[in-house]
Protein backbone atom coordinates (compact mmCIF):
# COMPACT_ATOMS: atom_id res chain seq x y z
CA UNK A 1 0.00 0.00 0.00
CA UNK A 2 1.19 3.66 -0.88
CA UNK A 3 1.89 5.80 1.70
CA UNK A 4 1.34 9.82 0.53
CA UNK A 5 3.03 12.34 1.83
CA UNK A 6 2.41 16.16 1.21
CA UNK A 7 4.84 19.42 1.81
CA UNK A 8 5.75 22.66 0.73
CA UNK A 9 2.52 24.34 1.99
CA UNK A 10 2.65 28.11 4.03
CA UNK A 11 1.59 31.16 4.54
CA UNK A 12 2.00 33.43 1.55
CA UNK A 13 1.03 36.71 -0.28
CA UNK A 14 -1.49 37.26 -2.69
CA UNK A 15 0.68 37.22 -6.09
CA UNK A 16 2.94 35.12 -4.62
CA UNK A 17 4.68 31.12 -5.57
CA UNK A 18 4.52 27.92 -4.02
CA UNK A 19 5.47 24.38 -5.06
CA UNK A 20 3.82 21.49 -3.06
CA UNK A 21 5.21 17.79 -3.64
CA UNK A 22 3.65 14.78 -2.85
CA UNK A 23 5.86 12.08 -2.01
CA UNK A 24 5.27 8.32 -2.20
CA UNK A 25 6.42 5.16 -0.54
CA UNK A 26 6.59 3.12 -3.52
CA UNK A 27 7.95 2.76 -6.99
CA UNK A 28 5.03 1.98 -8.04
CA UNK A 29 3.70 5.87 -7.98
CA UNK A 30 5.00 6.13 -11.10
CA UNK A 31 2.49 4.04 -13.09
CA UNK A 32 -0.42 5.51 -11.02
CA UNK A 33 -2.79 8.20 -12.01
CA UNK A 34 -2.26 10.81 -9.59
CA UNK A 35 -3.83 14.34 -8.74
CA UNK A 36 -4.13 17.26 -6.57
CA UNK A 37 -7.27 18.38 -4.69
CA UNK A 38 -8.24 21.09 -1.97
CA UNK A 39 -10.68 22.05 0.71
CA UNK A 40 -11.58 25.16 2.21
CA UNK A 41 -13.20 25.20 5.41
CA UNK A 42 -16.86 24.75 5.18
CA UNK A 43 -16.18 23.55 1.75
CA UNK A 44 -16.22 20.53 -0.24
CA UNK A 45 -13.14 18.57 -1.60
CA UNK A 46 -12.17 20.29 -5.20
CA UNK A 47 -10.56 18.90 -7.94
CA UNK A 48 -7.50 20.75 -8.59
CA UNK A 49 -6.23 18.84 -11.83
CA UNK A 50 -4.79 15.30 -12.81
CA UNK A 51 -1.82 13.57 -14.23
CA UNK A 52 -3.07 10.01 -15.99
CA UNK A 53 -0.86 7.13 -15.90
CA UNK A 54 -0.68 6.77 -20.02
CA UNK A 55 1.50 8.88 -20.98
CA UNK A 56 1.26 11.71 -18.51
CA UNK A 57 -1.44 13.74 -19.83
CA UNK A 58 -2.47 16.51 -17.22
CA UNK A 59 -5.97 18.33 -16.93
CA UNK A 60 -6.83 21.38 -14.31
CA UNK A 61 -9.56 22.62 -13.14
CA UNK A 62 -10.83 25.83 -14.72
CA UNK A 63 -9.92 27.64 -11.46
CA UNK A 64 -6.14 27.08 -12.14
CA UNK A 65 -5.66 26.43 -15.22
CA UNK A 66 -2.89 28.81 -16.28
CA UNK A 67 -1.59 29.29 -13.05
CA UNK A 68 -0.63 25.90 -11.41
CA UNK A 69 1.09 23.08 -13.29
CA UNK A 70 1.76 19.70 -12.50
CA UNK A 71 4.72 17.27 -12.79
CA UNK A 72 6.21 14.07 -11.86
CA UNK A 73 9.67 13.04 -11.17
CA UNK A 74 9.33 9.10 -11.59
CA UNK A 75 12.97 8.98 -10.33
CA UNK A 76 12.03 10.69 -6.88
CA UNK A 77 8.63 9.15 -6.74
CA UNK A 78 7.42 12.39 -6.09
CA UNK A 79 4.30 14.58 -7.99
CA UNK A 80 4.56 18.77 -8.02
CA UNK A 81 2.10 21.80 -7.66
CA UNK A 82 3.88 24.82 -9.00
CA UNK A 83 1.21 27.28 -8.04
CA UNK A 84 2.13 30.96 -9.32
CA UNK A 85 -0.38 33.87 -8.86
CA UNK A 86 -1.83 32.79 -6.05
CA UNK A 87 -4.95 34.62 -4.81
CA UNK A 88 -6.97 34.20 -1.40
CA UNK A 89 -9.43 32.21 -2.78
CA UNK A 90 -6.58 29.11 -3.56
CA UNK A 91 -6.34 28.72 0.83
CA UNK A 92 -7.48 25.60 1.38
CA UNK A 93 -5.85 22.16 2.63
CA UNK A 94 -3.98 20.76 -0.10
CA UNK A 95 -4.53 16.58 -0.98
CA UNK A 96 -2.54 14.72 -3.11
CA UNK A 97 -4.08 10.94 -4.37
CA UNK A 98 -3.38 8.13 -5.95
CA UNK A 99 -5.16 5.92 -8.40
CA UNK A 100 -3.53 2.88 -9.20
CA UNK A 101 -5.71 1.00 -11.67
CA UNK A 102 -3.97 1.10 -14.80
CA UNK A 103 -7.42 2.07 -16.94
CA UNK A 104 -8.06 4.90 -18.87
CA UNK A 105 -11.50 7.02 -17.81
CA UNK A 106 -12.56 9.97 -18.37
CA UNK A 107 -11.71 13.61 -17.04
CA UNK A 108 -15.27 13.23 -14.95
CA UNK A 109 -13.89 10.32 -13.35
CA UNK A 110 -11.10 11.44 -12.35
CA UNK A 111 -12.47 14.44 -10.66
CA UNK A 112 -14.18 12.78 -7.86
CA UNK A 113 -12.57 12.24 -4.72
CA UNK A 114 -13.92 8.73 -4.29
CA UNK A 115 -12.28 8.02 -7.88
CA UNK A 116 -8.83 7.40 -5.56
CA UNK A 117 -7.63 4.70 -2.92
CA UNK A 118 -4.48 6.85 -1.47
CA UNK A 119 -4.41 10.11 0.04
CA UNK A 120 -1.75 11.96 1.80
CA UNK A 121 -2.16 14.12 5.05
CA UNK A 122 -2.55 17.55 3.25
CA UNK A 123 -0.64 20.32 3.61
CA UNK A 124 -2.35 23.61 4.31
CA UNK A 125 -2.09 27.10 1.83
CA UNK A 126 -2.63 30.09 3.37
CA UNK A 127 -3.29 33.18 0.61
CA UNK A 128 -3.28 36.64 2.28
CA UNK A 129 -4.60 39.83 0.61
Known amino acids: QVQLVESGGGLVQAGSSLRLSCAAS????????AAWFRQAPGKEREFVGVIRWSGGSIVYADSVKGRFTISRDNAKNTMYLQMNSLKPEDTAIYYC??????????????????????WGQGTQVTVSS
Open 26 to 33: ERTFSSYT
Open 97 to 118: AADPRMVYRPVSYYSRPNSYDY
